[in-house]
């Protein structure tokens, strides 16, 4: 917590009215508990003392009213979803970890950056397997950040009329332009894809020469994150059109722990997550492989009458996820 010299200042200029006093000392608050690596408090300091965000955007049934269609099919081009997941419901290696508290203070203090003609990040890029958390985190920052998350409709997005995939793609700028948002385009390779592959058609390459356009000539006020599963195949031009890149994979053992940590709170069980043996049942798995097991697990212990989580369930769902994953890869 503050120290008492801090918290003396605090009361002192708030309570002579000194707003800009106050906010001085409520910043050096906020980077001290920063220093002490209690992030998420100073998330949270930060969006009181800022304001959220969100306070311009319109509703999520308006915003719904007002989303842009694909002419052939008539489709929403984006879904809006309101966001709930906080920082603490995901596991990042620290490396990530570091770069999203650091966005989020980008974003916390925009203002202070304007003054001194500098502005946030607005263009971030997930790479790494599938599961891995790259969805999770996007709707981590449209939370944080007190923002709708919008998601991009690839399958309405892409058009199989000639030249319609990159008017689409201008309907998509245009609206996120205008409202404050976090904008997630998942499967961004679908629309990234290297232009020097032959086997690609002309329309394709057309396709990624708008878009880097689109991303070039963006000064929108949504936060836009691209995630992939296949960054190898992207095009060479598009890393550079990214102000920060964030590589996920799977969880090392201490993110497991965590992991398990969160994914248990609050369910009775007969083990110890600490249990580096029990961590060990999950060694090379996903973090949407991880959850998928876990709530199989707690469905057989709640449907078997139980009141305690057993490993016996664990194993039970580990070998039904094993099988799984061999009937997936023989297709």
Not at 124 to 129: K, R
Not at 257 to 268: A, D, N, Q, T, Y
């Amino acid at each position: 917590m503050a120290n008492a010299k801090l918290l003396r200042q605090l009361i002192k200029t708030g309570a002579e009215g000194n707003q800009e006093a106050f906010k001085r000392v409520s910043e050096q608050i906020i980077q001290d508990e920063r220093a002490k690596n209690h992030h998420l408090l100073a998330n949270d300091l930060e969006k009181v003392l800022y304001g959220r965000r969100n306070s311009s955007t319109p509703s999520l049934s308006a915003l719904s009213d007002r989303l842009p269609k694909d002419k052939e099919r008539d489709l929403p081009l984006l879904q809006i979803k309101e966001s709930v997941r906080r920082l603490e419901d995901v596991v990042l290696s620290d490396e990530n970890t570091s770069l999203l508290n650091e966005i989020l203070q980008e974003h916390h203090r925009a203002e202070t950056l304007k003054s001194h003609g500098l502005y946030p990040v607005d263009r971030l890029l997930f790479c790494g397997p599938p599961g891995c958390g790259k969805t999770l985190t996007a709707e981590v920052l449209a939370s944080e950040l007190g923002l709708p998350l919008a998601i991009v409709r690839i399958d309405s997005v892409v058009s199989s009329l000639l030249g319609e995939t990159a008017a689409n793609l201008r309907q998509v700028f245009d609206f996120i332009s205008s409202v404050p948002m976090v904008v997630l385009f998942d499967e961004f390779d679908a629309l990234a894809k290297e232009r020097a592959d032959n086997a690609e058609h002309g329309e394709l390459k057309r396709v990624v020469n708008a878009f880097l356009q689109m991303l070039d000539a963006y000064e929108g006020k949504s936060l836009l994150v691209a995630a992939t599963n296949h960054e190898r195949i992207l095009d060479p031009a598009i890393w550079r059109r990214f102000d920060e890149v964030l590589v996920f994979e799977n969880p090392n053992l201490e993110q497991l722990r965590r992991l398990l940590s969160i994914k248990l709170r609050g369910l009775r069980r007969e083990f110890d997550i600490d249990d580096s043996r029990i961590i060990g049942l999950f060694k090379g798995m996903s973090h949407a492989d991880v959850e998928r097991v876990l709530r199989r697990a707690a469905k057989d212990m709640v449907l078997a009458g139980k009141e305690f989580l057993s490993e016996r369930h664990l194993q039970s769902a580990i070998k039904r996820e094993d099988a799984r994953r061999a009937r997936t890869q023989r297709n």
